[in-house]
């Protein structure tokens, strides 16, 4: 259980600072983790300010794959399984 909760803070600063780098205003960025699945699956809700929304999932939703990918590379590294949700 510390290794998921450990986990779940790296991914999650991850995951935000790849996202304040997108949008224009990063206060409105949070992130809420999910308990993992009978799967495994650990899934990050992105949640973003109305305004960024199409920053962050890009023209065609190719900023958002970039991001999923990214974040799968990472939790790889760490034997886990994860999703990423843009709410």
Do not use: C, W
């Not at 600072?17 to 899934?43: H, M, R, Y």
């Not at 890009?58 to 994860?82: F, H, L, S, Y």
């Amino acid at each position: 259980m510390m290794l998921f909760i450990q986990e779940v803070f790296s991914l999650k600063d991850l995951l935000i600072s790849i996202t304040k780098g997108l949008v224009q205003n990063p206060d409105a960025i949070s992130v809420d983790v999910s308990e993992p699945d009978e799967e495994g699956v650990i899934v990050y809700h992105l949640h973003v300010a109305e305004e960024d929304m199409g920053r962050v999932i890009g023209k065609q939703g190719r900023i958002a794959k970039a991001i999923r990918v990214v974040m799968r590379a990472a939790a790889t590294r760490n034997d886990a399984k994860i999703s990423v949700e843009i709410d």
